[in-house]
């Protein structure tokens, strides 16, 4: 079959499925075609690229040139960048065909998907015996939950403090989040700057690697993005793991985690163990503070990126004749519930007499949790075998009426990894009791993404 005729089965069953998940906010059939169409004359001049004639689902996070791209929140209403983003247009570049743009929790604030503008992403998956929606997981929930419902063949996606992995975990799809500085984050909405960094979201391991391949990039205007070589990710795939080091973290055995939790846990080390890596217990001992740092960092470097948003350069403008009141009504009326607390939060801890006690504190947290990890990987450890999230997927609304920690409790796994700008990965590791799907993570070394693919490998 050609580009075209891919590309509009993957439009046919968007429109066919999409009212029911909700995963796509904006559908660019146009581009699609347009670009399989360019697909189509390459293959058949013979010059094809790495991801020619591939359909991809773009989170909503990304500047895409002339589309919608508003974060999901009504503060961004109607806004279309003038330029793209670094990685979307090394995908194009690449050959990848462009479905449309990815619902996600409004500004990447969120472990649900339920943050969003656009209203909840809903899961593909349903819990043995129950038809109640589930939630795909979240920042990026769209992107999970479009590539478990076929409605793409792969997904970007982006990973602040768990969202990339968690709604892979969630939804059974792969997901990486590469090292902080492998890709750029120009023309990618700004969260919280140290902690950020763009990802796939996809079927298999291997679709992850070849994607990432393409998304990463050293880019001028990304000063901490980082010059070095991409390697063939690919390669590393069926690569043997016989003499890799792996280590199992103690701190990450939680009080009250699902038996079931731990026992895959247990499964992932035989499967690695069998393949001929060597299993070493290992501790991290700072990772009971990471939850409550990422809570200080993110939302402190958040409350400044989102001081731009103030009616008058792009989005949403509700007008006063004063200037003040209109920035007052336009962030009133322009973000969400979540985003309002986490400027509130970032604020708080920023500001004077309190930025020792917070933000000072958290920071100095930060290089320790970065230090349990250096000297994990100095004492040769490889990699790292933990959960990816501490539950299954959960219903539309259960979080409702929770206080706000219950939900930042689902990222207390994936945290670390951003604090300390490591790779890490979800990968599906089998399904629990009601058959919903769990992931296990693996944490490698600064740019060794490659070894994460490898061993990932031997656990889908
Ligand atoms: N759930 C975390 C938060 O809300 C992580 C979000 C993300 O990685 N973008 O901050």
């Given at each position: 079959?050609?580009?075209?005729?891919?590309?509009?089965?993957?439009?046919?069953?968007?429109?066919?499925?999409?009212?029911?998940?909700?995963?796509?906010?904006?559908?660019?059939?146009?581009?699609?075609?347009?670009?399989?169409?360019?697909?189509?004359?390459?293959?058949?001049?013979?010059?094809?690229?790495?991801?020619?004639?591939?359909?991809?689902?773009?989170?909503?996070?990304?500047?895409?040139?002339?589309?919608?791209?508003?974060?999901?929140?009504?503060?961004?209403?109607?806004?279309?960048?003038?330029?793209?983003?670094?990685?979307?247009?090394?995908?194009?570049?690449?050959?990848?065909?462009?479905?449309?743009?990815?619902?996600?929790?409004?500004?990447?604030?969120?472990?649900?998907?339920?943050?969003?503008?656009?209203?909840?992403?809903?899961?593909?998956?349903?819990?043995?015996?129950?038809?109640?929606?589930?939630?795909?997981?979240?920042?990026?929930?769209?992107?999970?939950?479009?590539?478990?419902?076929?409605?793409?063949?792969?997904?970007?996606?982006?990973?602040?403090?768990g969202?990339?992995r968690?709604?892979?975990s969630?939804?059974?799809?792969?997901?990486?989040?590469?090292?902080?500085?492998?890709?750029?984050?120009?023309?990618?909405?700004?969260?919280?700057?140290?902690?950020?960094?763009?990802?796939?979201?996809?079927?298999?391991?291997?679709?992850?690697?070849?994607?990432?391949?393409?998304?990463?990039?050293?880019?001028?205007?990304?000063?901490?993005?980082?010059?070095?070589?991409?390697?063939?990710?690919?390669?590393?795939?069926?690569?043997?793991?016989?003499?890799?080091?792996i280590g199992i973290p103690k701190e990450y055995r939680v009080?009250?985690m699902?038996?079931?939790i731990e026992?895959l846990w247990g499964?992932g080390r035989?499967?690695l163990?069998?393949?001929?890596?060597?299993?070493?217990d290992i501790s991290l001992?700072?990772t009971?503070?990471a939850?409550?740092?990422?809570?200080?960092?993110?939302?402190?470097?958040?409350?400044?990126?989102?001081?731009?948003?103030?009616?008058?350069?792009?989005?949403?403008?509700?007008?006063?004749?004063?200037?003040?009141?209109?920035?007052?009504?336009?962030?009133?009326?322009?973000?969400?519930?979540?985003?309002?607390?986490?400027?509130?939060?970032?604020?708080?801890?920023?500001?004077?007499?309190?930025?020792?006690?917070?933000?000072?504190?958290?920071?100095?947290?930060?290089?320790?949790?970065?230090?349990?990890f250096?000297?994990v990987?100095?004492?040769?450890v490889?990699a790292i075998l933990a959960p990816a999230t501490p539950?299954?997927?959960?219903?539309?609304?259960?979080?409702?009426?929770?206080?706000?920690?219950?939900?930042?409790?689902?990222?207390i796994f994936t945290v670390t990894v951003?604090?300390?700008?490591l790779?890490g990965i979800s990968v599906?590791g089998?399904?629990?009791?009601?058959?919903?799907?769990l992931g296990l993570q693996l944490i490698g070394?600064?740019?060794?993404?490659?070894?994460l693919?490898?061993a990932?490998?031997?656990i889908?």
């Amino acid at each position: 079959f050609s580009a075209v005729e891919l590309t509009d089965a993957y439009l046919k069953a968007i429109d066919a499925f999409n009212g029911r998940f909700n995963a796509y906010v904006a559908v660019t059939p146009e581009q699609a075609r347009d670009m399989a169409i360019a697909s189509d004359a390459r293959i058949a001049t013979g010059e094809v690229r790495p991801l020619e004639g591939v359909p991809v689902g773009v989170k909503d996070l990304y500047c895409t040139k002339g589309v919608h791209s508003q974060a999901a929140s009504h503060i961004l209403d109607g806004f279309k960048p003038p330029y793209e983003s670094t990685v979307t247009a090394n995908l194009w570049n690449d050959g990848a065909v462009m479905l449309g743009k990815l619902n996600m929790d409004e500004f990447a604030m969120g472990s649900s998907n339920e943050t969003s503008y656009y209203g909840p992403v809903v899961s593909p998956w349903k819990s043995r015996g129950s038809n109640a929606d589930l939630v795909p997981g979240g920042s990026s929930g769209g992107s999970a939950a479009a590539v478990a419902a076929n409605l793409c063949a792969a997904a970007t996606a982006t990973d602040t403090g768990g969202s990339i992995r968690q709604p892979a975990s969630l939804t059974g799809t792969v997901g990486i989040k590469p090292t902080y500085g492998r890709c750029s984050r120009r023309g990618i909405v700004a969260f919280a700057s140290s902690l950020d960094q763009a990802g796939p979201i996809t079927h298999t391991v291997r679709d992850a690697a070849m994607m990432l391949k393409s998304m990463a990039s050293v880019d001028a205007r990304d000063t901490t993005s980082v010059d070095i070589d991409v390697p063939d990710y690919e390669a590393a795939i069926g690569q043997s793991v016989k003499g890799m080091k792996i280590g199992i973290p103690k701190e990450y055995r939680v009080e009250g985690m699902p038996d079931e939790i731990e026992t895959l846990w247990g499964k992932g080390r035989d499967w690695l163990k069998d393949a001929g890596a060597e299993i070493v217990d290992i501790s991290l001992p700072h990772t009971k503070y990471a939850l409550a740092a990422y809570y200080i960092v993110a939302p402190a470097e958040a409350s400044s990126n989102l001081a731009r948003y103030d009616g008058v350069r792009y989005g949403l403008r509700v007008p006063s004749d004063e200037i003040i009141e209109q920035y007052e009504k336009t962030r009133s009326a322009g973000f969400g519930a979540e985003v309002k607390r986490r400027i509130l939060i970032g604020t708080y801890v920023l500001s004077a007499g309190y930025y020792d006690a917070y933000y000072l504190k958290a920071q100095k947290v930060r290089t320790l949790i970065k230090k349990d990890f250096e000297d994990v990987f100095d004492a040769g450890v490889d990699a790292i075998l933990a959960p990816a999230t501490p539950s299954a997927a959960f219903a539309v609304g259960a979080m409702d009426n929770a206080s706000p920690v219950e939900m930042y409790l689902q990222d207390i796994f994936t945290v670390t990894v951003n604090m300390a700008g490591l790779p890490g990965i979800s990968v599906p590791g089998g399904l629990d009791a009601s058959g919903l799907p769990l992931g296990l993570q693996l944490i490698g070394r600064p740019f060794d993404e490659a070894t994460l693919f490898r061993a990932g490998q031997v656990i889908e």
